[in-house]
Nanobody, 124 residues
C-alpha cells in the first residue's frame, strides 16, 4: 500500500484560499486513483474530490464544485487540493486517500490507503 502524508492545513478566514498537498511514497503513484475527503467534528467523513490516475478526469462533491480544484503531479508523487472561497462550515480534518485503480474514488470503501489528515479551520 502507498503511504500518504498531507500538508498545507491551517487557520484561515472565511473567503480565503488554501492549498493542500498529499505526498505519496511506497508505490507507483501514477497507477493510483486519488481522492480528498473531510471529516468535521461530530460528523461522518465525506467525499470532497477525486482524480483519475491520468489526471484527465476529476469529480467533485456538489458543495465544493466550482471552488475547489484537485490536481496531481505524477512526477512529484503529489496530489493537490486548491480550496477557494472557504466557508466556516468547511472546518474539518482533510484526508488524502488512494487506491490502485484505473477509475475514481468517491466512497470511503473505495480507498485502501489513507493519510493522517491535516486540520483546516475557517473562521467567520
Amino acid at each position: 500500500q502507498v503511504q500518504l502524508v498531507e500538508s498545507g492545513g491551517g487557520l484561515v478566514q472565511a473567503g480565503d484560499s488554501l492549498r493542500l498537498a498529499c505526498s505519496a511514497s511506497g508505490g507507483t503513484f501514477s497507477s493510483y486513483a486519488m481522492g480528498w475527503f473531510r471529516q468535521a467534528p461530530g460528523k461522518e467523513r465525506e467525499f470532497v474530490a477525486t482524480i483519475m490516475w491520468t489526471g484527465s478526469v476529476t469529480v467533485y462533491s456538489g458543495s465544493v464544485k466550482g471552488r475547489f480544484t484537485i490536481s496531481r503531479d505524477n512526477a512529484k508523487n503529489t496530489v493537490y487540493l486548491q480550496m477557494n472561497s472557504l466557508e466556516p462550515e468547511e472546518t474539518a480534518v482533510y484526508y488524502c486517500a488512494a487506491e490502485h485503480s484505473n477509475w475514481l474514488l468517491r466512497r470511503i470503501t473505495d480507498c485502501g490507503s489513507w493519510g493522517q489528515g491535516t486540520q483546516v479551520t475557517v473562521s467567520s
